[in-house]
């Protein structure tokens, strides 16, 4: 059964920064995409950056994380990271990662594609 979980939230000052992780496991096939969204209480669901698993390897980045947020993945460790500099306190969120293994999915040319799995979330909360 595919799995994603993910960690590395927690509380920190603004300015500060924090490495989230996700781990994958289950999957018998490659995906297509990989990438992570967040979700504020009151909030719209927010892209944040999609990376896709084609030969280009394109990544796409919310226009709001742009510069402060990069995403990587060790794919020996069948992870991926999302490194958050810079933090804001409009940051604050549950962060998921999510995973679309659907055939030529590379991310739909979006920060913020559907995905068809997705972990738990982890939280992050930034004070000010």
């Known amino acids: 059964q595919p799995q994603l979980v993910e960690s590395g939230g927690g509380l920190v000052q603004s300015g500060g920064s924090l490495r989230l992780s996700c781990v994958a496991s289950?999957?018998?096939?490659?995906?297509?995409?990989i990438g992570w969204y967040r979700q504020a209480p009151g909030k719209e669901r927010e892209g944040v950056v999609c990376m896709s698993n084609s030969s280009s390897g394109i990544t796409y980045y919310a226009d709001s994380v742009k510069g402060r947020f990069t995403i990587s993945r060790d794919n020996a460790k069948n992870t991926v990271y999302l490194q958050m500099n810079s933090l804001k306190p409009e940051d604050t969120a549950i962060y998921h990662c999510g995973v679309d293994g659907r055939l030529g999915n590379y991310c739909s040319g979006t920060s913020s594609p559907d995905y068809d799995y997705w972990g738990p979330g982890t939280q992050v909360t930034v004070s000010s």
């Open positions: 289950g999957f018998t096939s490659p995906y297509y995409a």
